[in-house]
Nanobody
Framework: VRIVESGGNLVQAGGSLRLSCVASGFYSNNYATAWFRRAPGKGREGIACIVSSDGSTHYADSVKGRFTISSDDNAKNTVYLQMNAMEPEGTAVYYC?????????????????WGQGTQVTVSS
């Protein structure tokens, strides 16, 4: 299984950025893709997840209303994280992960496969 994130960049506070996650090497139509982030000196935080079978989503309170997770109908196993109204506290390495939870997504669960991460820096 291979997971590749892209789209990390430097952005000003209040700006927007879109991250992409492409997963390959597994065969399932019922899995969860989640975005996590780890800010400097802090623990890993699950921020959004989406279920492949029905598109249901779940967000952490810290990003609800500002971030949107979505899947690409035309590109199999591709998930995006649209980040709006970004805050300096959002500076972190953002990771994409895939897990198999029977049609649900759990930001607190142990995910099976992880990408290497992409750096997002929000300047104030």
């Amino acid at each position: 299984v291979r997971i590749v994130e892209s789209g990390g960049n430097l952005v000003q506070a209040g700006g927007s950025l879109r991250l992409s996650c492409v997963a390959s090497g597994f065969y399932s139509n019922n899995y969860a893709t989640a975005w996590f982030r780890r800010a400097p000196g802090k623990g890993r935080e699950g921020i959004a997840c989406i279920v492949s079978s029905d598109g249901s989503t779940h967000y952490a309170d810290s990003v609800k209303g500002r971030f949107t997770i979505s899947s690409d109908d035309n590109a199999k196993n591709t998930v995006y994280l649209q980040m709006n109204a970004m805050e300096p506290e959002g500076t972190a390495v953002y990771y994409c992960a895939v897990g198999f939870f029977g049609g649900l997504c759990h930001l607190g669960a142990t995910h099976d496969h992880w990408g290497q991460g992409t750096q997002v820096t929000v300047s104030s």
